[in-house]
């Protein structure tokens, strides 16, 4: 045997094993959602069983009053057979009708349990997982996991999930009233089983794809919307209405033609089983009435057995419809447990070491990074930031300034070497700790749905509403912010709408004064402004950086001014050291950018 076919083999056994580990750990998640409802589920089980029996025992009981009620009544006047099969029967029809209503709805309760969990879950994951995460997951990928996703799931719970269980359990009943009423016409339903069976086979294979193809243009469709929405500027900054357009035209005709897919199958489908079931019946009904003239078969008996074998096909089209409903929920299932699967590459410390009163001492020991398997970005970064020292990062871009910003976060963590705040090892301190003393407010200065206030408090959950106007205060917000339409309870807009992007800096800087971090860290915080909105934040930036050891990254030379040491980097290293007044005098990079920037300004 070759090599090639051997390879060929090797990626086979590979993806089975991989399709095996999905489906299992689709199995588990949906096991772990289950296992509080056992209880409930036992209930439901026992509902649909009396359900079931109520919807069979119907037509048993009209085949029994035929052979054994009418007869006494037409010949001795008797009315009390008629009368007993009566009232049972409207006994079973009231038995079946609430069992089945008390079903759907413990049903459905239990299925809006387990989404209710589920959402929960999902959206616990997507704010657990590192920043690493978030940048190669599209937000539109999360978004698909959270909408049509776990839409798929709640329609396969709330309906299809009823359905099929009761369709199951009825077509066992049926069958076997069918065999204890008559064994004979339990042979000619067993023989119309066969192709029944083997049509609902090729409809679930079929189905199988072409769901997978639907769910997987779906997704691409919500991942195109959000994208586009999300960069709308740049749509229209640059004129791709059109391009945009026919793409997510594109899109939009993949997802109706794999629609069609599944809808010309279930036209095969449904009318192949409704051909199968009216054959049967049509048989059943010939061979039953000879029986009859023969004298081997009652006439009641003929009847219930005809109104049981046209019964029994429609659930096996409800089976057949359910596997839609399946094989969508099963693909979402797959995609949901993949992202909860997910495990953060920055990890909790499983015993914390202490972090009391944070001084802001920042230690980079022998650091080297690169992202996930890609190129270096830190080949060897030794460096000391003494407590209360602000330091400038300044250099092309590319030159590490940022990576360097998410070690000392610890968004990211070091490939080798390490990094100490006031002499702990980030990763042995607990997120909460490290999230208090160590703070980034970066060039979006995000601003969430709700007011000013709520947007301020961010920084410090549960202040007062002194410490928030003092906050504000400190950072020179305060005076626009009372001239705002109703001052700090004002609602600002999906990212912060009704300021100015100035405004929104001095917000971003008052909650960062809130939490009152020992490590402040400035990742071209002054970059989207104009020159007049920098100068409306130089005020509130030289108060928030005051007593705090400070790391600002900035192009801007105006903003490094303020800084007590400059490091410039290129290609992840530190190239020059020093006061900004040694810098020029030494007249290196440092020199050579603030001449540009100067010339810039003329």
Same mark, same amino acid.
Not at 56 to 76: F, K
Not at 404 to 420: N, P, W
């Given at each position: 045997?070759?090599?090639?076919?051997?390879?060929?083999?090797?990626?086979?056994?590979?993806?089975?094993?991989?399709?095996?580990?999905?489906?299992?750990?689709?199995?588990?998640?949906?096991?772990?959602?289950?296992? =509080?409802?056992?209880?409930?589920?036992?209930?439901?089980?026992?509902?649909?069983?009396?359900?079931?029996?109520?919807?069979?025992?119907?037509?048993?009981?009209?085949?029994?009053?035929?052979?054994?009620?009418?007869?006494?009544?037409?010949?001795?006047?008797?009315?009390?057979?008629?009368?007993?099969?009566?009232?049972?029967?409207?006994?079973?029809?009231?038995?079946?009708?609430?069992?089945?209503?008390?079903?759907?709805?413990?049903?459905?309760?239990?299925?809006?349990?387990?989404? /209710?969990?589920?959402?929960?879950?999902?959206?616990?994951?997507?704010?657990?997982?590192?920043?690493?995460?978030?940048?190669? /997951?599209?937000?539109?990928?999360?978004?698909?996991?959270?909408?049509?996703?776990?839409?798929?799931?709640?329609?396969?719970?709330?309906?299809?999930?009823?359905?099929?269980?009761?369709?199951?359990?009825?077509?066992?009943?049926?069958?076997?009233?069918?065999?204890?009423?008559?064994?004979?016409?339990?042979?000619?339903?067993?023989?119309?089983?066969?192709?029944?069976?083997?049509?609902?086979?090729?409809?679930?294979?079929?189905?199988?794809?072409?769901?997978?193809?639907?769910?997987?243009?779906?997704?691409?469709?919500?991942?195109?919307?959000?994208?586009?929405?999300?960069?709308?500027?740049? #749509?229209?900054?640059?004129? +791709?209405?059109? @391009?945009?357009?026919?793409?997510?035209?594109?899109?939009?005709?993949? /997802? +109706?033609?794999?629609?069609?897919?599944?809808?010309?199958?279930?036209?095969?489908?449904? =009318?192949?089983?409704?051909?199968?079931?009216?054959?049967?019946?049509?048989?059943?009904?010939? #061979?039953?009435?000879?029986?009859?003239?023969?004298?081997?078969?009652?006439?009641?008996?003929?009847?219930?057995?005809?109104?049981?074998?046209?019964?029994?096909?429609?659930?096996?089209?409800?089976?057949?419809?359910?596997?839609?409903?399946?094989?969508?929920?099963?693909?979402?299932?797959?995609?949901?447990?993949?992202?909860?699967?997910?495990?953060?590459?920055?990890?909790?410390?499983?015993?914390? !070491?202490?972090?009391?009163?944070?001084?802001?001492?920042?230690?980079?020991?022998?650091?080297?990074?690169?992202?996930?398997?890609?190129?270096?970005?830190?080949?060897?970064?030794?460096?000391?930031?003494?407590?209360?020292?602000?330091?400038?990062?300044?250099? @092309?871009?590319?030159?590490?300034?940022?990576?360097?910003?998410?070690?000392?976060?610890?968004?990211?963590?070091?490939?080798?070497? @390490?990094?100490?705040?006031?002499?702990?090892?980030?990763?042995?301190?607990?997120?909460?700790?490290?999230?208090?003393?160590?703070?980034? #407010?970066?060039?979006?200065?995000?601003?969430?749905?709700?007011?000013?206030?709520?947007?301020? !408090?961010?920084?410090? =959950?549960?202040?007062?509403?002194?410490?928030?106007?003092?906050?504000?205060?400190?950072?020179?917000?305060?005076?626009?912010?009372?001239?705002?339409?109703?001052? /700090?309870?004002?609602?600002?807009?999906?990212?912060?709408?009704?300021?100015?992007?100035?405004?929104?800096?001095?917000?971003?800087?008052?909650?960062?004064?809130?939490?009152?971090? !020992?490590?402040?860290?400035?990742?071209?915080?002054?970059?989207?402004?104009?020159? =007049?909105?920098?100068?409306?934040?130089?005020?509130?930036?030289?108060?928030?950086?005051?007593?705090?050891?400070?790391?600002?990254?900035?192009?801007?030379?105006?903003?490094?001014?303020?800084?007590?040491?400059?490091?410039?980097?290129?290609?992840?290293?530190?190239?020059?050291?020093?006061?900004?007044?040694?810098?020029?005098?030494?007249?290196?990079?440092?020199?050579?950018?603030?001449?540009?920037?100067?010339?810039?300004?003329?």
């Amino acid at each position: 045997m070759s090599h090639s076919a051997t390879d060929n083999e090797d990626q086979i056994e590979l993806g089975r094993d991989e399709n095996k580990a999905i489906r299992q750990r689709s199995l588990r998640l949906l096991g772990s959602l289950l296992s =509080p409802h056992k209880k409930a589920l036992a209930i439901a089980a026992g509902l649909v069983m009396l359900s079931s029996l109520g919807q069979v025992a119907g037509p048993w009981l009209v085949g029994w009053t035929i052979d054994n009620a009418l007869m006494p009544l037409m010949e001795d006047g008797d009315t009390g057979p008629l009368t007993f099969s009566g009232l049972t029967y409207l006994a079973a029809a009231v038995i079946g009708g609430l069992a089945a209503g008390a079903y759907i709805r413990q049903a459905a309760r239990i299925a809006q349990g387990v989404m /209710y969990d589920l959402r929960r879950r999902v959206f616990r994951q997507t704010q657990r997982l590192s920043l690493e995460f978030h940048e190669k /997951y599209t937000s539109g990928r999360v978004i698909s996991r959270q909408t049509s996703d776990m839409e798929a799931l709640r329609e396969l719970l709330d309906g299809g999930l009823t359905g099929v269980i009761s369709s199951m359990f009825l077509m066992v009943f049926i069958a076997g009233t069918i065999v204890f009423t008559d064994l004979g016409s339990a042979g000619i339903l067993a023989l119309a089983f066969i192709p029944s069976f083997f049509l609902t086979r090729w409809f679930q294979k079929k189905s199988q794809l072409f769901y997978r193809e639907q769910r997987t243009a779906s997704a691409r469709l919500i991942v195109k919307f959000v994208e586009t929405m999300t960069g709308m500027r740049a #749509v229209q900054a640059f004129r +791709r209405e059109s @391009t945009t357009e026919r793409d997510f035209g594109n899109l939009s005709n993949s /997802y +109706r033609e794999a629609f069609l897919k599944v809808f010309s199958i279930n036209g095969r489908f449904q =009318p192949g089983l409704v051909v199968i079931g009216n054959l049967t019946v049509v048989v059943a009904l010939a #061979v039953g009435a000879w029986r009859v003239i023969e004298g081997d078969l009652g006439a009641g008996t003929l009847v219930a057995v005809l109104l049981l074998v046209k019964r029994f096909f429609q659930p096996i089209q409800q089976i057949g419809m359910f596997y839609n409903s399946f094989q969508s929920a099963t693909a979402a299932l797959e995609k949901v447990s993949g992202l909860l699967a997910e495990e953060p590459t920055v990890v909790e410390p499983k015993n914390p !070491a202490p972090l009391e009163n944070p001084r802001g001492d920042l230690r980079l020991s022998s650091v080297k990074f690169r992202y996930g398997s890609g190129p270096v970005v830190l080949p060897h970064m030794d460096l000391h930031i003494p407590a209360g020292q602000t330091v400038a990062l300044v250099g @092309t871009t590319g030159a590490g300034k940022s990576t360097l910003a998410k070690l000392v976060t610890r968004f990211y963590d070091a490939s080798e070497g @390490t990094i100490s705040l006031d002499g702990v090892d980030l990763r042995e301190i607990s997120t909460d700790d490290l999230r208090n003393a160590v703070v980034m #407010v970066t060039q979006e200065a995000y601003l969430f749905s709700g007011s000013v206030r709520e947007n301020i !408090a961010l920084g410090k =959950p549960g202040a007062t509403d002194e410490e928030i106007v003092a906050a504000a205060q400190a950072v020179g917000a305060h005076e626009f912010i009372l001239k705002m339409p109703e001052g /700090y309870d004002t609602e600002v807009n999906k990212r912060g709408g009704r300021v100015s992007a100035g405004q929104k800096q001095l917000l971003s800087f008052a909650r960062a004064f809130l939490a009152d971090p !020992a490590v402040l860290v400035l990742d071209e915080a002054t970059a989207s402004l104009d020159l =007049p909105g920098e100068r409306i934040v130089q005020h509130g930036l030289q108060t928030l950086l005051a007593d705090r050891t400070a790391i600002i990254i900035a192009h801007r030379l105006s903003t490094v001014a303020i800084a007590d040491r400059v490091l410039v980097m290129a290609h992840g290293e530190v190239t020059e050291d020093g006061t900004p007044e040694e810098l020029l005098a030494a007249g290196g990079t440092f020199a050579d950018l603030n001449q540009a920037w100067e010339d810039s300004l003329v």
